[in-house]
């Protein structure tokens, strides 16, 4: 079964840098495009970053581009996401995910937390 792990989320302060991973398991990982999306206390879930099956093309989301990079390794099943510059309101529940034909998958979560 399809199985996406994410790690890497932590507390880090104005302006530091942290770096995502999702490891996925379960499915041809090199055929599928791959997405971040993140979740603040009590807001909805919002797209950060994709990134096409062959890592090719890259799309994120207004508020955080210039500050992310998505990235995969398709050797390893794993994708990444590095994110600078972060901000008091970058905190959130960041996700990994994956859409196959009309299923939608899900990691747990990783939470990252921005305060000094």
């Known amino acids: 079964q399809v199985q996406l792990v994410e790690s890497g989320g932590g507390l880090v302060q104005p302006g530091g840098s942290l770096r995502l991973s999702c490891a996925a398991s379960?499915?041809?990982?090199?055929?599928?495009?791959m997405s971040w999306y993140r979740q603040a206390p009590g807001k909805e879930r919002e797209l950060v970053a994709t990134i096409t099956s062959n890592g090719g093309s890259t799309n994120y989301a207004a508020s955080m581009k210039g500050r992310l990079t998505i990235s995969r390794d398709n050797a390893k099943n794993t994708v990444y996401l590095q994110m600078n510059n972060l901000k008091p309101e970058d905190t959130a529940v960041y996700y990994c995910?994956?859409?196959?034909?009309?299923?939608?998958?899900w990691g747990q979560g990783t939470q990252v937390t921005v305060s000094s």
């Open positions: 379960g499915f041809t990982f090199s055929s599928y495009a």
């Open positions: 995910n994956v859409i196959r034909g009309i299923l939608s998958y």
